[in-house]
């Protein structure tokens, strides 16, 4: 791995940070995969489908994009969607948490959070009940993609530095 790659992507299972950890290690809370900048390259790629294990024509994906106020015309959103029907996923949705319902999101096999506000993405998530959905997920052997702003609120706080240099702290529980 070269050191941009380094930077850009880190796996999560369990709460343990690491690049190769098996599939059969103990239970999985989780499997997260969290970049700057989604699908950036092929190792990337490469590394994702290694952590969905298997054929890809069967399984679901979910592409949410609130966080940005383009919504599902995001370019990063439809590059996301690109993306995942190149790798043969059989269906790939986009989703609005702000509009839509996050129940949709229990069939999926992967979940890729895409970028743009963190602010906003987390209290409608929060607002219609996203965040206990992903509780629900956990143990099912999910991959949840956190792209930028995906990312961030895939983390146990947010923090922003206001105008006046005091932090303030967005707890996501």
């Known amino acids: 791995m070269d050191s941009v790659t380094i930077v850009n992507i880190i796996f999560i299972k369990s709460y343990y940070i690491s690049p190769s950890l098996p599939r059969n290690w103990g239970k999985i809370t989780l499997i997260l995969l969290l970049t700057s900048n989604g699908f950036y390259t092929d190792e990337i790629k490469k590394h994702f489908l290694e952590l969905v294990g298997g054929a890809t024509d069967q399984k679901h994906a979910a592409v949410i994009t609130t966080a940005s106020p383009l919504k599902a015309n ?8 690109d993306d995942l029907n190149e790798m043969g996923f059989g269906r790939v949705d986009f989703l609005d948490l702000e509009f839509e319902r996050p129940d949709i999101l229990l069939d999926k096999a992967v979940i890729y959070i895409n970028g743009g506000n963190p602010f906003g993405l987390l209290h409608h998530m929060k607002r219609n009940g996203a965040d206990r959905v992903f509780r629900a997920l956990t143990g099912k052997d999910v991959v ?30």
């Open 144 to 173: 949840v993609v956190g792209a930028s702003a995906g990312a961030i609120v895939l983390g146990p706080n947010i923090k922003r530095l206001k105008d006046d240099g005091w932090v303030t702290e967005i707890i996501n529980k």
């Open 74 to 81: 995001n370019p990063f959103a439809i590059k996301a969607k």
